[in-house]
């Protein structure tokens, strides 16, 4: 018994479904969203919505910004950190002498 698919269509071709495998036209067959040839009837699934994520943009820009400088913000040096707080190496008083 001969495939109905095989029959002569002018400007068509045969192809196969590439995921069942059912030979069917050219004018049959539809490309999917995962880049396959499938049977536009049967096998094709369009892409679900999930799997296209809406990204929205958040608006980073400062809304006012200064335009001129604090003349005392930068005329004071910022002291060093001391971890101590002040009070030496040992941490009191500056003793280093160990206590009883």
């Not at 196969?16 to 004018?27: G, I, L, P």
């Not at 040096?77 to 001391?82: E, G, K, L, S, W």
Request: proline letters at 11%; a neutral charge.
């Amino acid at each position: 018994m001969e495939d109905q698919r095989t029959y002569y269509a002018p400007g068509a071709y045969n192809i196969y479904c590439q995921r069942c495998q059912a030979k069917r036209k050219s004018f049959e067959v539809k490309k999917e969203w995962t880049g396959l040839m499938v049977c536009a009837d049967k096998c094709w699934e369009p892409k679900h919505v999930s799997l296209t994520p809406i990204v929205r943009f958040d608006n980073m820009n400062v809304p006012f910004a200064n335009s001129h400088k604090d003349p005392s913000a930068t005329s004071q040096p910022h002291p060093p950190y001391d971890p101590t707080g002040g009070q030496g190496p040992s941490g009191i008083n500056g003793n280093t002498e160990p206590t009883e």
